[in-house]
């Protein structure tokens, strides 16, 4: 498949499923899997949803600016770039966002979350 093309969709079902059912996004990590959300490293699947849940937020919506990707290493792997708003339910002005996945290919011909790096920025 196209890397532009896997990239787009990936961060299409990525952002619809965490603005709508945040615990949805755990089979899209392993145990190997690890994030940085704001400085703060949490590894392992059940760890990062029980993180991305406990945001003190309930709603939010994602409108993503920029999707960059590139090919990473000769297992298969793709490097995935996103800088968007992320607008919280009940705030004015939305929240600029940077968050960089480092997808790696299952035996199963999908692809899951290896690494994630979150950051918000301020301007």
């Known amino acids: 498949m196209d890397p532009d093309a896997l990239s787009k969709a990936f961060v299409e079902h990525y952002y619809s499923t965490f ?39 309930q709603q939010c919506k994602h409108s993503i600016t920029t999707v960059d990707c590139q090919p990473s290493g000769p297992a298969g792997g793709m490097l995935v770039f996103v800088s968007g708003n ?20 299952t035996p199963q011909g999908s692809f899951y ?11």
């Open 86 to 105: 992320l607008q919280l339910a009940g705030e004015q002005h939305a929240l600029k966002f940077s968050q960089m996945f480092h997808l790696m290919p």
């Open 19 to 57: 603005d709508t059912n945040r615990a949805g996004l755990a089979n899209l990590y392993q145990e190997s899997s690890m994030l940085t959300f704001e400085g703060q490293k949490i590894q392992g699947s059940q760890n990062i949803v029980n993180k991305l849940t406990s945001l003190p937020f």
């Open 113 to 123: 979350v290896f690494n994630d790096i979150f950051r918000l920025n301020y301007a």
